[in-house]
């Protein structure tokens, strides 16, 4: 862009820059003016709040001059990318603090997260305690008190190197030799500086409210072979009331952790003999797993998707081929070498896509089967680094609800959609409302990391954009997160808490079918590419249902939990009609138990209560009599007495309704 050139009252010409605003209008301003003067031109309370600037798409700091035409936007807290500034200035200030409390610590990286941040750090083998957070936060507090501000330092590569090699910092070090000259900066405030691009606040003053939540092991550059570091994470506010609703929603998900739910309700647990990242289910965990797994499968079939089986393994060549090895060997367990000479051995299964291509393969097709969907629930491993490893959302042995269409490159957009539609009754169908949708695009800037002509990777990338806006979709767009063989659409959905998880995702392939050479016979008698859609409404199953655990905290709907009704009876002289109604509900189609433990009914409802089982039915001698049972309902208490019948068509009409809002909230 161009700036303008106007002349000041006392004859000297003086240059101006246009600033289009969010809005759309435009202003011109001085050539240099900051962040910062300009908020505080527009209004006081801006230039009170604002924490950054936007400039042409760039995140900046509030004190670094505008010199040319732009697009700008001031951030505030309301902003995330305001939040992130606030939140990177704030691990620089933890920085600082250990700096002063522990000489000779050594600093790896120190970045904003989604809530809050983290610094990587070596404190020489030493451990830290809660008393020591608590010093580490008191340090901080004084230190934005001091209100320094944080100055951005432009310096060559070479000062870089010889600052960190003084200081002693080997992780610096390693971080600057990577760099190009001309493109480091660093910040510094107070008695701290860093190797850092920025942006940060202006000052620490900002800085109100500070809470370190806890500690953890990271490998430096997340590779096992390297120095284990100590990572501290922590959070910020502004205000002490955002501080204190943060960490009321913290005690919520302690309650809520997958991990611990998992294990008071009998769901899943790991074993060191068996391995870290290979979940072992439980009767009631593999219950709810297979209700998961025939509500999809029903609903594909319903939708025209073929099931398959594949093996758990295949020869090397196989992904070779597909490009899942090399691209994705960092994250492979080690093939098995089955000739060292020629290299040729397997691989167990990363992904279930190159095992469908070759099903489609196994035969000449028309284009009159096309679409061809067919559908695994396959058992794939990933070599996820030990401190990685969480609960069932980070495993190394998991199932994706994996489909693979192969249809005719007409048929892209309505398959697409139909996909979209089936991610959305899921998750509609288990309580997740709220979502977002991510359009993922290869990095133009990177392409090699990516396959394929670009004229491809446009077809399909402008594809996705059609298919989402047909949906109704307000769909962001990503840079970069596309696979290494075709852009994606990511659904983010928000828990209860508030908190984001990539759950479902579909991805549009034109690559893979080029790499193994498919084809159909068209009606031209010729032979046509067919295009590949990639599609996992759960995505991982056992990540869906760690993020679903914790979204409704173990209390499962009706027709997805493992145990629907416990059968209580109030002695063992009741045992037999207890038994009686609990084989008509089984023989109507529910998940029954029948509590016949020697124990008092007080406890017996307090373990079911504590196991999350929506009904619970008590049976005495006046119940047996009368053939009725007393209801409860998990959380609500006394129901009153209903025949079995009359409780049987209650659980079907609850089902349903829940069904039905599901449908009606699909076609809505």
């Not at 330092?153 to 090699?165: C, G, M, N, R, T």
């Not at 009331?241 to 647990?269: I, P, Q, S, V």
């Not at 709220?434 to 004229?455: C, H, T």
Request: aromatic content about 10%; glycine content about 8%.
């Amino acid at each position: 862009m161009q700036t303008g050139v106007t002349m000041a009252g006392n004859g000297q010409q003086r240059e101006v820059i246009r600033i289009t605003f969010p809005d759309g209008s435009e202003r011109t301003f001085p050539k240099g003016i900051t962040g910062r003067e300009l908020a505080e031109q527009i209004s006081p309370r801006l230039a009170r709040e604002a924490l950054a600037i936007e400039v042409n798409g760039e995140v900046r700091d509030l004190t670094r001059p505008i010199e040319e035409d732009a697009r700008v936007r001031i951030l505030t807290w309301e902003d995330p990318e305001g939040k992130a500034v606030y939140w990177h200035s704030t691990a620089h200030l933890m920085a600082e603090a250990l700096e002063a409390l522990y000489p000779g610590v050594k600093f790896g990286i120190g970045p904003p997260i989604e809530q809050g941040f983290y610094y990587d750090v070596d404190l020489g083998g030493r451990k830290l305690s809660a008393e020591d957070l608590a010093r580490i936060e008191e340090k901080m507090r004084e230190l934005a008190r001091r209100d320094v501000p944080y100055e951005r330092i432009p310096v060559s590569k070479q000062e870089a190197l010889e600052y960190f090699k003084k200081k002693g910092d080997p992780y610096k070090v390693e971080l600057i030799e990577e760099l190009e000259d001309g493109t480091i900066t660093f910040y510094r405030q107070g008695n701290f500086t860093d190797l850092c691009r920025g942006p940060h606040l202006p000052s620490t003053g900002y800085i109100k409210h500070v809470k370190l939540l806890n500690v953890a092991g990271a490998y430096w550059r997340g590779d096992e072979r390297r120095p284990q570091l100590t990572r501290i994470y922590g959070i910020s506010f502004p205000k002490k009331k955002e501080l204190d609703e943060y960490l009321h929603r913290l005690e919520e998900a302690r309650k809520r952790d997958h991990r611990r739910l998992g294990r008071e309700l009998e769901l899943f647990t790991f074993s060191q003999k068996v391995g870290p990242g290979l979940p072992l289910w439980l009767p009631r965990g593999a219950t709810l797993r297979e209700t998961l797994i025939n509500f999809l499968r029903e609903e594909q079939i319903r939708r025209g998707y073929q099931p398959v089986v594949t093996p758990h393994i295949a020869r090397l060549e196989l992904y070779k081929t597909s490009g899942h090895y090399p691209y994705y060997k960092d994250s492979q367990f080690p093939p098995m070498i089955e000739n060292p000479e020629t290299g040729e051995g397997y691989l167990l299964k990363p992904m279930n896509c190159p095992h469908h291509i070759m099903i489609y393969a196994d035969r000449p097709r028309s284009y009159r089967e096309l679409p061809l969907r067919l559908a695994e629930f396959g058992q794939v491993y990933r070599y996820e680094q030990t401190g990685e490893l969480s609960g069932l959302t980070r495993v190394r042995g998991f199932t994706i609800d994996d489909a693979h269409i192969f249809c005719r490159p007409d048929q892209v957009k309505d398959e697409f959609k139909n996909v979209i539609d089936l991610t959305l009754y899921v998750f509609r169908s288990l309580g997740f409302d709220e979502f977002e949708a991510q359009i993922s695009l290869r990095d133009p800037n990177n392409r090699e990391k990516y396959v394929g002509d670009d004229e491809l990777w446009a077809q399909a990338e402008q594809a996705i954009r059609e298919a989402a806006a047909e949906m109704g979709l307000q769909a962001t767009e990503e840079l970069g997160e596309a696979a290494f063989y075709g852009p994606k659409l990511d659904f983010m959905v928000r828990d209860a808490l508030g908190r984001r998880w990539q759950l479902g995702t579909v991805q549009l392939d034109y690559i893979l079918p080029e790499r193994f050479d498919l084809y159909y016979i068209g009606a031209d008698n010729q032979k046509h590419r067919p295009v590949m859609i990639h599609r996992a409404p759960f995505g991982s199953l056992e990540r869906f249902i760690g993020v679903l655990i914790e979204h409704c905290a173990g209390n499962f709907p009706l027709w997805l939990a493992p145990v629907q009704v416990a059968v209580l009876p109030l002695s063992d002289e009741l045992n037999d009609y207890a038994e009686a109604v609990g084989r008509r509900l089984l023989e109507a189609g529910f998940r029954v138990e029948v509590d016949t433990r020697t124990e008092t009914i007080g406890y017996k409802i307090r373990q079911a209560e504590v196991q999350k089982i929506p009904y619970m039915l008590i049976v005495g001698r006046r119940e047996r009599e009368a053939g009725t049972v007393a209801v409860r309902k998990h959380g609500e208490g006394d129901q009153g007495p209903a025949t079995v019948e009359e409780f049987i068509e209650r659980l079907r009409a609850e089902i349903e309704a829940a069904t039905r809002r599901a449908t009606v909230s699909e076609n809505a």
